[in-house]
Protein backbone atom coordinates (compact mmCIF):
# COMPACT_ATOMS: atom_id res chain seq x y z
CA UNK A 1 0.00 0.00 0.00
CA UNK A 2 0.90 3.94 -0.72
CA UNK A 3 -0.19 7.00 0.54
CA UNK A 4 0.46 8.01 -2.86
CA UNK A 5 0.01 7.15 -6.51
CA UNK A 6 -3.09 7.61 -8.14
CA UNK A 7 -1.04 10.41 -11.06
CA UNK A 8 1.66 7.41 -11.46
CA UNK A 9 1.32 5.21 -14.52
CA UNK A 10 4.70 3.03 -13.87
CA UNK A 11 5.80 1.04 -10.98
CA UNK A 12 8.08 2.58 -8.70
CA UNK A 13 11.42 0.78 -8.79
CA UNK A 14 12.59 -1.88 -6.24
CA UNK A 15 15.85 0.18 -5.55
CA UNK A 16 14.02 3.56 -5.43
CA UNK A 17 11.92 2.15 -2.72
CA UNK A 18 14.78 0.80 -0.68
CA UNK A 19 16.51 4.12 -1.76
CA UNK A 20 13.83 5.78 0.10
CA UNK A 21 12.10 3.95 2.69
CA UNK A 22 12.41 5.14 6.61
CA UNK A 23 10.29 2.38 8.44
CA UNK A 24 13.86 0.62 8.83
CA UNK A 25 14.29 3.38 11.81
CA UNK A 26 11.25 5.71 12.16
CA UNK A 27 9.33 2.69 13.58
CA UNK A 28 10.06 3.73 16.77
CA UNK A 29 8.09 6.88 16.06
CA UNK A 30 5.15 4.14 16.39
CA UNK A 31 3.81 4.93 19.65
CA UNK A 32 3.50 7.90 18.77
CA UNK A 33 2.01 7.80 15.28
CA UNK A 34 -0.65 5.85 17.40
CA UNK A 35 -1.02 8.85 19.81
CA UNK A 36 -1.39 11.17 16.87
CA UNK A 37 -3.83 9.17 14.71
CA UNK A 38 -6.18 8.54 17.96
CA UNK A 39 -6.07 12.31 18.45
CA UNK A 40 -6.94 13.26 14.86
CA UNK A 41 -9.78 10.65 14.53
CA UNK A 42 -11.41 12.48 17.54
CA UNK A 43 -10.64 15.45 16.15
CA UNK A 44 -12.62 14.51 12.14
CA UNK A 45 -15.37 13.02 14.32
CA UNK A 46 -15.81 16.65 16.20
CA UNK A 47 -15.84 18.30 12.55
CA UNK A 48 -18.18 16.04 11.08
CA UNK A 49 -16.13 13.84 8.63
CA UNK A 50 -16.26 10.74 11.13
CA UNK A 51 -18.88 9.31 12.83
CA UNK A 52 -19.21 8.26 16.45
CA UNK A 53 -19.25 4.80 15.50
CA UNK A 54 -16.35 5.10 13.05
CA UNK A 55 -14.49 7.09 15.38
CA UNK A 56 -14.96 4.39 18.07
CA UNK A 57 -13.74 1.63 15.43
CA UNK A 58 -10.59 3.35 14.42
CA UNK A 59 -10.00 4.00 18.26
CA UNK A 60 -10.13 0.57 18.85
CA UNK A 61 -8.06 -0.55 15.61
CA UNK A 62 -5.66 2.10 16.73
CA UNK A 63 -5.54 0.53 20.37
CA UNK A 64 -5.13 -2.84 19.06
CA UNK A 65 -2.25 -1.72 17.59
CA UNK A 66 -0.42 -0.40 20.72
CA UNK A 67 -1.24 -3.88 22.65
CA UNK A 68 0.82 -5.44 19.27
CA UNK A 69 3.76 -3.03 19.52
CA UNK A 70 4.21 -3.77 23.14
CA UNK A 71 4.04 -7.76 23.33
CA UNK A 72 6.04 -6.81 20.11
CA UNK A 73 3.36 -8.79 17.49
CA UNK A 74 2.78 -6.02 15.47
CA UNK A 75 2.56 -7.05 11.89
CA UNK A 76 5.41 -4.79 9.94
CA UNK A 77 6.03 -5.27 6.74
CA UNK A 78 7.95 -3.52 3.71
CA UNK A 79 6.17 -0.33 4.00
CA UNK A 80 7.51 3.23 3.07
CA UNK A 81 7.09 4.37 6.79
CA UNK A 82 5.95 4.24 9.95
CA UNK A 83 2.94 6.36 8.57
CA UNK A 84 1.93 3.65 5.76
CA UNK A 85 2.44 0.73 7.72
CA UNK A 86 -0.32 1.82 10.60
CA UNK A 87 -2.51 3.29 7.58
CA UNK A 88 -2.42 0.08 5.88
CA UNK A 89 -3.14 -1.85 8.53
CA UNK A 90 -5.93 0.51 9.46
CA UNK A 91 -7.41 -0.10 6.19
CA UNK A 92 -6.67 -3.95 6.07
CA UNK A 93 -9.08 -4.26 9.31
CA UNK A 94 -11.19 -1.35 8.62
CA UNK A 95 -11.76 -0.95 5.22
CA UNK A 96 -13.26 2.47 3.87
CA UNK A 97 -13.81 3.64 7.62
CA UNK A 98 -9.58 3.02 8.29
CA UNK A 99 -9.23 4.92 4.64
CA UNK A 100 -10.63 7.99 6.16
CA UNK A 101 -8.45 9.06 8.36
CA UNK A 102 -5.86 10.67 6.07
CA UNK A 103 -8.11 13.11 5.73
CA UNK A 104 -7.38 16.72 6.89
CA UNK A 105 -3.39 15.46 7.23
CA UNK A 106 -0.33 15.09 6.03
CA UNK A 107 2.52 13.20 6.38
CA UNK A 108 4.05 16.34 6.70
CA UNK A 109 2.99 17.68 10.11
CA UNK A 110 1.95 14.00 11.26
CA UNK A 111 6.02 13.63 11.07
CA UNK A 112 6.40 17.00 12.26
CA UNK A 113 4.13 15.95 15.67
CA UNK A 114 5.58 12.42 16.36
CA UNK A 115 8.96 13.88 16.40
CA UNK A 116 8.40 16.47 19.06
CA UNK A 117 6.33 14.24 21.23
CA UNK A 118 9.48 11.65 20.90
CA UNK A 119 12.09 13.98 21.33
CA UNK A 120 9.81 15.81 24.29
CA UNK A 121 10.23 12.19 26.19
CA UNK A 122 13.27 11.31 25.42
CA UNK A 123 14.55 15.06 27.00
CA UNK A 124 13.04 13.91 29.82
CA UNK A 125 13.93 10.93 30.36
CA UNK A 126 18.15 11.94 29.60
CA UNK A 127 17.36 14.93 32.44
CA UNK A 128 16.93 11.59 34.61
CA UNK A 129 19.48 10.41 33.45
CA UNK A 130 21.90 13.29 33.52
CA UNK A 131 20.87 13.40 37.46
CA UNK A 132 21.89 9.62 38.00
CA UNK A 133 25.45 11.25 37.04
CA UNK A 134 25.20 14.12 38.91
CA UNK A 135 24.29 12.11 41.72
CA UNK A 136 27.25 9.66 41.24
CA UNK A 137 29.98 13.29 40.97
CA UNK A 138 28.27 15.02 43.90
CA UNK A 139 28.76 11.67 45.83
CA UNK A 140 32.12 11.67 45.63
CA UNK A 141 32.46 15.30 46.09
CA UNK A 142 30.50 14.57 49.39
CA UNK A 143 32.74 11.96 50.54
CA UNK A 144 36.05 13.20 49.18
CA UNK A 145 35.45 16.49 51.57
CA UNK A 146 38.99 18.27 52.53
CA UNK A 147 40.85 16.17 50.10
CA UNK A 148 43.76 18.84 48.42
CA UNK A 149 44.55 17.77 44.38
CA UNK A 150 46.89 19.99 41.98
CA UNK A 151 44.12 22.36 39.81
CA UNK A 152 45.97 22.19 36.42
CA UNK A 153 46.28 24.56 33.08
CA UNK A 154 47.83 23.53 29.94
CA UNK A 155 48.13 20.34 32.21
CA UNK A 156 50.38 21.83 34.20
CA UNK A 157 50.31 22.20 38.11
CA UNK A 158 49.39 25.47 38.59
CA UNK A 159 47.34 25.97 42.26
CA UNK A 160 46.05 23.75 44.53
CA UNK A 161 42.43 22.90 44.77
CA UNK A 162 39.94 20.75 46.55
CA UNK A 163 39.01 17.42 44.56
CA UNK A 164 35.78 17.98 45.98
CA UNK A 165 35.71 21.83 44.24
CA UNK A 166 37.10 19.61 41.36
CA UNK A 167 34.35 17.09 40.67
CA UNK A 168 31.64 20.21 41.36
CA UNK A 169 33.01 21.64 38.03
CA UNK A 170 31.81 19.24 36.33
CA UNK A 171 28.46 19.11 38.31
CA UNK A 172 27.93 22.69 37.05
CA UNK A 173 28.64 21.46 33.16
CA UNK A 174 25.96 18.85 33.44
CA UNK A 175 23.67 21.48 35.57
CA UNK A 176 23.82 23.66 32.74
CA UNK A 177 23.63 20.41 30.36
CA UNK A 178 19.93 19.98 31.75
CA UNK A 179 18.93 23.63 31.67
CA UNK A 180 19.87 23.03 27.71
CA UNK A 181 17.31 20.12 27.84
CA UNK A 182 14.92 21.91 29.36
CA UNK A 183 14.96 25.12 26.97
CA UNK A 184 15.27 22.66 24.00
CA UNK A 185 11.80 20.79 25.21
CA UNK A 186 9.82 23.86 25.91
CA UNK A 187 10.73 25.12 22.51
CA UNK A 188 9.16 21.82 20.69
CA UNK A 189 6.31 21.96 23.20
CA UNK A 190 3.85 22.81 20.18
CA UNK A 191 1.89 21.23 17.99
CA UNK A 192 1.91 21.38 14.23
CA UNK A 193 -1.07 19.18 13.68
CA UNK A 194 -3.18 20.79 11.13
CA UNK A 195 -0.80 22.38 8.97
CA UNK A 196 -1.41 20.07 6.51
CA UNK A 197 1.28 19.64 3.81
CA UNK A 198 2.19 23.17 4.02
CA UNK A 199 -0.63 25.84 3.18
CA UNK A 200 -2.81 24.33 6.58
CA UNK A 201 -6.32 21.77 6.33
CA UNK A 202 -9.92 23.03 4.93
CA UNK A 203 -11.52 20.91 7.42
CA UNK A 204 -12.27 22.82 10.38
CA UNK A 205 -9.95 20.78 13.12
CA UNK A 206 -9.74 21.63 16.42
CA UNK A 207 -5.92 22.64 16.70
CA UNK A 208 -5.80 23.65 20.08
CA UNK A 209 -8.21 20.63 21.14
CA UNK A 210 -5.71 18.25 19.57
CA UNK A 211 -2.50 20.13 20.90
CA UNK A 212 -3.81 19.76 24.61
CA UNK A 213 -4.60 15.58 24.20
CA UNK A 214 -1.56 15.35 23.23
CA UNK A 215 -0.09 17.47 25.67
CA UNK A 216 1.18 20.11 23.87
CA UNK A 217 1.23 23.49 25.28
CA UNK A 218 0.69 25.84 22.27
CA UNK A 219 -0.09 25.21 18.59
CA UNK A 220 2.34 26.03 15.64
CA UNK A 221 1.79 29.90 14.21
CA UNK A 222 2.81 29.24 10.91
CA UNK A 223 1.50 26.49 8.54
CA UNK A 224 4.85 26.70 6.38
CA UNK A 225 7.09 26.93 8.68
CA UNK A 226 6.18 24.18 10.99
CA UNK A 227 6.60 21.10 8.41
CA UNK A 228 9.78 22.75 7.28
CA UNK A 229 10.91 23.09 10.71
CA UNK A 230 13.53 21.11 12.75
CA UNK A 231 15.32 24.00 15.07
CA UNK A 232 14.05 21.48 17.35
CA UNK A 233 16.01 18.85 16.55
CA UNK A 234 19.04 20.88 16.10
CA UNK A 235 17.97 22.10 19.64
CA UNK A 236 18.15 18.88 21.14
CA UNK A 237 20.89 17.62 19.61
CA UNK A 238 22.92 20.96 20.60
CA UNK A 239 21.81 19.78 23.57
CA UNK A 240 23.06 15.90 23.60
CA UNK A 241 26.35 17.27 21.95
CA UNK A 242 27.39 19.68 24.76
CA UNK A 243 26.56 16.93 27.41
CA UNK A 244 28.93 14.78 25.21
CA UNK A 245 31.44 16.76 25.19
CA UNK A 246 31.40 17.81 28.85
CA UNK A 247 31.49 13.96 29.73
CA UNK A 248 34.36 13.37 27.26
CA UNK A 249 36.22 15.61 29.17
CA UNK A 250 35.78 13.70 32.01
CA UNK A 251 36.44 10.49 30.32
CA UNK A 252 39.69 12.05 29.38
CA UNK A 253 40.64 13.27 33.07
CA UNK A 254 39.81 9.35 34.10
CA UNK A 255 41.68 8.18 31.04
CA UNK A 256 44.56 10.15 33.03
CA UNK A 257 44.06 10.13 36.45
CA UNK A 258 44.31 5.64 36.74
CA UNK A 259 47.16 5.68 34.65
CA UNK A 260 50.04 4.80 37.57
CA UNK A 261 52.22 7.99 36.42
CA UNK A 262 48.96 10.06 38.28
CA UNK A 263 47.12 7.48 40.56
CA UNK A 264 44.74 9.34 41.25
CA UNK A 265 41.95 7.29 40.45
CA UNK A 266 40.86 3.55 40.62
CA UNK A 267 37.99 2.58 38.33
CA UNK A 268 36.15 -0.79 39.64
CA UNK A 269 37.11 -3.61 37.83
CA UNK A 270 33.49 -3.75 36.41
CA UNK A 271 34.23 -0.42 34.51
CA UNK A 272 37.66 -1.57 33.54
CA UNK A 273 38.49 -4.20 30.55
CA UNK A 274 41.62 -6.60 29.97
CA UNK A 275 43.72 -6.86 27.17
CA UNK A 276 43.93 -9.79 24.79
CA UNK A 277 47.59 -10.07 25.10
CA UNK A 278 48.53 -8.32 28.37
CA UNK A 279 47.79 -10.03 31.50
CA UNK A 280 48.15 -6.86 33.74
CA UNK A 281 46.30 -4.65 31.81
CA UNK A 282 42.88 -2.87 33.54
CA UNK A 283 41.73 -0.43 30.69
CA UNK A 284 39.58 2.58 31.22
CA UNK A 285 37.88 1.52 27.82
CA UNK A 286 35.07 3.43 29.14
CA UNK A 287 35.74 6.71 29.52
CA UNK A 288 37.31 6.00 26.06
CA UNK A 289 34.37 4.95 24.40
CA UNK A 290 32.68 7.53 25.89
CA UNK A 291 35.35 10.28 24.43
CA UNK A 292 35.43 8.83 20.96
CA UNK A 293 31.27 8.47 20.68
CA UNK A 294 31.28 12.05 21.68
CA UNK A 295 32.91 12.71 18.12
CA UNK A 296 29.83 10.70 16.78
CA UNK A 297 27.06 13.05 18.09
CA UNK A 298 28.94 16.02 16.90
CA UNK A 299 28.91 14.84 14.03
CA UNK A 300 25.06 14.14 13.85
CA UNK A 301 24.34 17.68 14.37
CA UNK A 302 27.00 18.84 11.88
CA UNK A 303 24.71 16.95 9.55
CA UNK A 304 21.32 18.34 10.72
CA UNK A 305 22.76 21.74 9.80
CA UNK A 306 24.33 21.13 7.02
CA UNK A 307 21.61 19.52 5.19
CA UNK A 308 18.72 22.19 6.92
CA UNK A 309 21.10 24.83 5.84
CA UNK A 310 20.08 24.39 1.89
CA UNK A 311 16.35 23.85 2.07
CA UNK A 312 13.50 26.30 0.71
CA UNK A 313 10.50 25.84 1.94
CA UNK A 314 7.95 24.31 2.82
CA UNK A 315 8.84 20.52 3.51
CA UNK A 316 11.66 18.37 1.06
CA UNK A 317 12.62 14.78 1.55
CA UNK A 318 16.02 15.67 2.84
CA UNK A 319 14.19 16.15 5.65
CA UNK A 320 13.47 12.43 6.51
CA UNK A 321 17.90 12.47 6.83
CA UNK A 322 16.89 14.08 10.20
CA UNK A 323 16.40 10.62 11.73
CA UNK A 324 18.74 8.37 11.58
CA UNK A 325 21.69 10.55 13.65
CA UNK A 326 18.82 11.83 15.91
CA UNK A 327 18.14 8.23 17.23
CA UNK A 328 21.67 7.00 16.92
CA UNK A 329 22.22 10.57 19.17
CA UNK A 330 19.87 9.72 21.73
CA UNK A 331 20.74 5.80 21.86
CA UNK A 332 24.60 6.82 22.33
CA UNK A 333 24.07 9.83 24.97
CA UNK A 334 21.86 8.11 26.91
CA UNK A 335 24.40 4.90 26.76
CA UNK A 336 27.19 6.59 27.80
CA UNK A 337 25.97 8.82 30.83
CA UNK A 338 24.93 5.75 32.43
CA UNK A 339 27.63 3.72 32.20
CA UNK A 340 29.34 6.80 33.21
CA UNK A 341 26.90 7.11 35.93
CA UNK A 342 28.43 3.57 37.15
CA UNK A 343 32.21 4.18 36.58
CA UNK A 344 32.43 7.47 38.63
CA UNK A 345 29.63 6.05 41.50
CA UNK A 346 32.13 3.11 41.82
CA UNK A 347 35.47 4.83 41.55
CA UNK A 348 38.08 4.96 44.23
CA UNK A 349 39.97 8.01 44.87
CA UNK A 350 43.39 8.05 45.99
CA UNK A 351 44.05 10.81 48.81
CA UNK A 352 47.75 10.38 49.66
CA UNK A 353 48.71 10.68 45.76
CA UNK A 354 46.50 13.03 44.94
CA UNK A 355 48.06 15.32 48.03
CA UNK A 356 51.33 14.71 47.39
CA UNK A 357 50.87 15.83 44.16
CA UNK A 358 49.35 19.29 45.10
CA UNK A 359 52.93 20.13 46.40
CA UNK A 360 54.48 19.65 42.95
CA UNK A 361 54.97 22.03 40.21
CA UNK A 362 55.11 25.05 42.55
CA UNK A 363 51.78 25.36 42.79
CA UNK A 364 52.19 27.98 45.50
CA UNK A 365 53.66 30.58 43.66
CA UNK A 366 50.74 32.26 43.21
CA UNK A 367 50.37 33.25 46.88
CA UNK A 368 53.80 33.77 47.37
CA UNK A 369 53.23 36.76 45.20
CA UNK A 370 50.35 37.55 46.79
CA UNK A 371 51.83 37.35 49.97
CA UNK A 372 54.24 39.99 48.60
CA UNK A 373 51.48 42.20 47.32
CA UNK A 374 50.30 42.40 50.84
CA UNK A 375 53.93 43.38 52.39
CA UNK A 376 53.69 46.52 49.78
CA UNK A 377 55.18 45.15 46.84
CA UNK A 378 53.37 45.87 43.51
CA UNK A 379 52.06 42.63 41.72
CA UNK A 380 54.17 43.03 38.65
CA UNK A 381 57.31 42.80 40.91
CA UNK A 382 56.01 40.56 42.82
CA UNK A 383 55.86 38.05 40.09
CA UNK A 384 59.31 38.58 39.14
CA UNK A 385 60.56 38.45 42.41
CA UNK A 386 58.50 34.90 42.93
CA UNK A 387 60.07 33.73 39.53
CA UNK A 388 63.16 34.30 40.34
CA UNK A 389 62.48 32.27 43.30
CA UNK A 390 61.07 29.50 41.40
CA UNK A 391 64.45 29.69 39.28
CA UNK A 392 66.69 29.38 42.48
CA UNK A 393 64.19 26.35 43.57
CA UNK A 394 64.47 24.74 40.56
CA UNK A 395 68.39 25.03 40.21
CA UNK A 396 68.39 23.52 44.61
CA UNK A 397 65.97 20.93 43.81
CA UNK A 398 63.47 21.68 46.50
CA UNK A 399 59.95 23.79 46.68
CA UNK A 400 59.63 27.18 47.72
CA UNK A 401 58.56 26.01 51.04
CA UNK A 402 62.27 24.43 51.43
CA UNK A 403 64.18 27.82 51.10
CA UNK A 404 65.97 29.43 53.72
CA UNK A 405 64.51 33.08 55.06
CA UNK A 406 68.16 34.26 53.94
CA UNK A 407 67.29 33.05 50.75
CA UNK A 408 64.43 34.66 50.80
CA UNK A 409 65.28 38.16 52.21
CA UNK A 410 68.38 38.13 49.68
CA UNK A 411 65.70 39.00 46.43
CA UNK A 412 62.99 40.96 48.94
CA UNK A 413 64.27 41.69 52.01
CA UNK A 414 60.23 42.39 53.02
CA UNK A 415 59.71 38.38 53.60
CA UNK A 416 59.19 37.14 56.60
CA UNK A 417 59.17 34.55 58.71
CA UNK A 418 55.50 34.43 58.43
CA UNK A 419 55.72 33.29 54.51
CA UNK A 420 56.19 29.85 55.44
CA UNK A 421 52.68 29.61 56.44
CA UNK A 422 51.32 31.07 53.30
CA UNK A 423 52.91 28.50 51.51
CA UNK A 424 51.50 25.38 52.98
CA UNK A 425 49.23 23.78 50.81
CA UNK A 426 46.32 23.86 53.32
CA UNK A 427 46.79 27.84 53.32
CA UNK A 428 46.93 28.31 49.53
CA UNK A 429 43.50 26.07 49.74
CA UNK A 430 41.75 27.67 52.91
CA UNK A 431 42.95 31.44 51.26
CA UNK A 432 40.53 31.02 48.36
CA UNK A 433 37.51 31.51 50.06
CA UNK A 434 35.33 33.68 48.08
CA UNK A 435 32.15 32.56 46.12
CA UNK A 436 33.44 29.74 43.84
CA UNK A 437 36.34 29.56 45.61
CA UNK A 438 38.17 26.31 46.72
CA UNK A 439 38.49 27.12 50.58
CA UNK A 440 36.91 24.07 52.78
CA UNK A 441 33.71 26.14 54.18
CA UNK A 442 33.03 27.52 50.56
CA UNK A 443 33.45 23.95 48.77
CA UNK A 444 31.50 22.76 51.87
CA UNK A 445 28.44 25.18 51.46
CA UNK A 446 28.18 24.41 47.50
CA UNK A 447 28.08 20.73 48.09
CA UNK A 448 25.42 21.68 50.05
CA UNK A 449 23.50 23.75 47.67
CA UNK A 450 24.31 21.40 44.70
CA UNK A 451 22.84 18.77 46.99
CA UNK A 452 19.95 20.91 47.45
CA UNK A 453 19.00 21.58 43.82
CA UNK A 454 19.95 18.22 42.50
CA UNK A 455 17.13 17.02 44.71
CA UNK A 456 14.17 19.80 43.45
CA UNK A 457 15.26 19.21 40.28
CA UNK A 458 14.84 15.27 40.52
CA UNK A 459 11.80 15.25 41.66
CA UNK A 460 10.90 17.86 39.57
CA UNK A 461 11.82 16.10 36.42
CA UNK A 462 10.38 12.55 37.79
CA UNK A 463 7.20 14.67 37.71
CA UNK A 464 7.47 15.37 34.58
CA UNK A 465 8.66 11.67 33.57
CA UNK A 466 5.56 9.96 34.94
CA UNK A 467 3.25 12.59 33.29
CA UNK A 468 5.06 11.48 29.37
CA UNK A 469 4.96 7.97 30.11
Excluded at 40 to 68: F, K, N, P, Q, Y
Amino acid sequence: MKLWGGRFEKETEDKVLAFSESLSFDKRLAPYDLQVSEVHAMALEECGVLTSEERDRIMTALMEMEEELDKGTFPFSDDEDIHTAIERILVDRLGEIGAKLRTGRSRNDQVAADLRLYLMDRSVQLCQRLMGLMDAILGQAENNLGIAMPGFTHLQPAQPVLLSHHLLAYFEMFKRDVGRLMEARRRMDCCPLGSGALAGVTFPLNRKGMAEELGFMEVTANSIDAVADRDFAADFLYACSMTAVHISRLAEEIVLWVTPRFGFLTLDEAYATGSSIMPQKANPDVAELARGKTGRIVGHLVALLTMLKGLPLAYNRDLQEDKEGLFDAVDQVEGIVEVMAGAMASAAFNSEQLREAAVEGYSNSTDLADYLVRKGVPFLEAHEITGKLVRLCLDKEIGLEGLSLEDFQRLEPRIQEDVYQHLSIEECINARSLPGGTAPDTVDEAVKDARRWLEAEREHWLAEFLHST
